[in-house]
């Protein structure tokens, strides 16, 4: 099967690569910077392919004879859109890696598309949003009638230059949750919670994951909020909320960000992953209290994402869902994110 990482020189795609490599596989490693993408190919006895995702008919041509295209070229509010036309033209399947929530109600949007085009459309096949779906999907299915879920993580180690311009991006936007069925706009962190995470009790504020989006599809559940632990975050009142959504919409300081991040991070080396774990949290509670919930902890957020992204591929060659828009859960099963390597899982419990 040819299968191609496209944005391969970025730092997740070049772990997917060499993970790839590891287990055996020859992916087809692509991107638009043709030194830097046969920087990589060339020593690794890779094959290659150099296009650029605005030009429609370069995608179309480049992605002939691909099956799957394990998509990690970020942002994903200015790529996934091309590269999903690429991929409906070509009559491949996609995955992604982006945790943004108009990114996944925009492929969700294109289900008829892609159930018509035969092909598979899975955003979110890394860390984000893997183990938050398929713990939402458990704890709903032991819940059924459940009318309210959070979601919550807590990790540790670095972050890649990509997942911080995605979050300079996203803190122009604020606040997002599912209320009453729909993705409306909140103060960031205008929720606040103690989590009984699995290394011990965490206080978390919320903030806009992608689970607003997918968590939804994957349990129908009409009230979502999710959460994170991280410094400060607890402490952002609504007045300070609004202030930084205003300071970040600012063109000059969003073009300002991404260059200091271009020239200053490049993510976690590879003993600050192997010393780093994440850990997540689903609770679903229903309108007579019950509430049920569940809890995982697992490797690096980059390490994990590179294992699920293989695992996903091998999955939609092997064992492909039905043609359309999924999440990792509705595509494979909420025990999905049992099969990824170091995650251990605290079954659902009632309360």
């Known amino acids: ?25 020859r992916p087809v490693l692509a991107g638009r910077d043709p030194a830097k993408v046969a920087g990589l190919a060339v020593p690794r006895g890779l094959p ?26 970020g942002p994903f509010s200015a790529t996934s859109a091309p590269m999903v036309e690429g991929c409906l033209r070509a009559g491949a399947h996609y995955l992604d890696i982006t945790g943004e929530i108009d990114v996944f109600e925009a492929v969700f949007a294109r289900h008829e598309q892609a159930r018509r085009a035969g092909v598979v459309l899975l955003p979110g096949a890394g860390f984000d949003v893997v183990p938050t779906d398929c713990l939402a999907a458990m704890v709903a299915a032991e819940l059924p009638t459940a009318t309210h879920l959070d979601l919550a993580f807590h990790a540790t180690g670095g972050v890649s230059g990509g997942t911080l311009k995605s979050a300079l991006e996203g803190a122009a936007v604020g606040g997002r949750a599912r209320v009453d069925g729909a993705v409306r706009s909140v103060p960031l962190a205008w929720r606040r919670r103690e989590v009984p995470f699995p290394s011990g009790s965490r206080r978390v504020a919320s903030l806009p994951w992608g689970d607003v989006s997918t968590a939804y599809r994957s349990t129908g559940i009409p009230n979502i909020t999710t959460f994170a632990h991280l410094p400060g975050l607890d402490r952002v009142g609504p007045r300070s909320s609004r202030l930084s959504e205003l300071v970040m919409r600012s063109h000059v300081v969003q073009r300002l960000g991404r ?14 992953r192997s010393r780093s774990w994440v850990e997540v949290y689903a609770e679903a509670t229903d309108s007579e209290g019950r509430s049920v919930s569940a809890a995982l902890i697992g490797p690096d957020t980059y390490d994990l994402t590179a294992d699920s992204v293989l695992r996903a591929v091998s999955a939609l060659r092997c064992e492909p869902p039905a043609p359309g828009a999924h999440t990792p859960s509705t595509a494979f099963g909420a025990d999905f994110v049992r099969r990824l390597h170091g995650v251990r899982i605290i079954e659902p419990a009632r309360r």
């Open 48 to 73: 290659y392919r150099v296009f650029d995702l605005a030009d429609p008919d370069a995608v179309a041509e480049a992605l002939r004879g691909v099956e799957v295209v394990a998509h990690c070229a």
């Open 1 to 25: 099967m040819t299968w191609m990482i496209y944005g391969a020189n970025g730092y997740t795609g070049r772990l997917v690569a060499d993970l790839a490599v590891d287990r055996g596989e």
């Open 259 to 272: 260059a200091m991040v271009s020239a200053v991070v490049r993510g976690p080396a590879r003993v600050t």
